[in-house]
T-cell receptor, first 114, second 109 residues
Framework: ETGVTQTPRHLVMGMTNKKSLKCEQH?????MYWYKQSAKKPLELMFV???????ENNSVPSRFSPECPNSSHLFLHLHTLQPEDSALYLC?????????????FGQGTRLTVV | ELKVEQNPLFLSMQEGKNYTIYCNYS?????LYWYRQDPGKSLESLFV?????AVKQEGRLMASLDTKARLSTLHITAAVHDLSATYFC?????????FGTGTRLQVFP
């Protein structure tokens, strides 16, 4: 079982659909993150959760809605997306305040909005 | 606001050659990470650098950190095709990682 698991791996949705991305970490970490990776753009931090509390919302449009029910699970709820939201969405987790503190990434969800 | 810049953005190099990728960042931080990403794949952690002067080596890759200069380098020695990937540096900023633009490396025979 990999450390950080994301589902689905691929998602095609229409602009009027509602869907959710799921992330689960098996590393016992206390922080989880959503990143967006678009073609020709740097990795953009979207949301940060420390100990299940959202500590960062990086000016993300409200059509993206995160949810962190516990320290092992993170969701990204999607509704009325735009074609420019098509990207690779990466979930990561880390142990904050720990020696090292590196983030471990899931395989990502490749999202296409049509 | 923390900014992280990498250069070069693209690097095409011949097998057997050496080269260095640079990562500059704009505010104080003593934690820096290097990641590798293969096409269509996720990010794989390569190095964790936690203090000024830290140097880590793995195979043909060596990473270093100079916190006073706010600079990290990733040095490639005698490149091989398997090193072809995109390399990202990331700087810790109050318990979140801010990534550089990435350096796309292509190694050819």
């Amino acid at each position: 079982e990999t450390g950080v698991t994301q589902t689905p791996r691929h998602l095609v949705m229409g602009m009027t659909n509602k869907k959710s991305l799921k992330c689960e970490q098996h590393l016992g970490h206390n922080a989880m993150y959503w990143y967006k990776q678009s073609a020709k753009k740097p990795l953009e931090l979207m949301f940060v959760y420390n100990f299940k509390e959202q500590t960062e919302n990086n000016s993300v449009p409200s059509r993206f809605s995160p949810e962190c029910p516990n320290s092992s699970h993170l969701f990204l709820h999607l509704h009325t997306l735009q074609p420019e939201d098509s990207a690779l969405y990466l979930c990561a987790s880390s142990q904050v305040w720990a020696e090292g503190g590196e983030a471990f990434f899931g395989q990502g969800t490749r999202l296409t909005v049509v | 606001e923390l900014k992280v810049e990498q250069n070069p953005l693209f690097l095409s190099m011949q097998e057997g050659k050496n080269y260095t990728i640079y990562c500059n960042y704009s505010t104080t931080s003593d934690r820096l990470y290097w990641y590798r990403q293969d096409p269509g794949k996720s990010l794989e952690s390569l190095f964790v650098l936690l203090s000024n002067g830290a140097v880590k080596q793995e195979g043909r890759l060596m990473a270093s950190l100079d916190t006073k200069a706010r600079l990290s380098t990733l040095h490639i020695t005698a490149a091989v095709h398997d090193l072809s990937a995109t390399y990202f540096c990331a700087v810790d900023n109050t318990d979140k990682l801010i990534f550089g633009t990435g350096t796309r490396l292509q190694v050819f025979p």
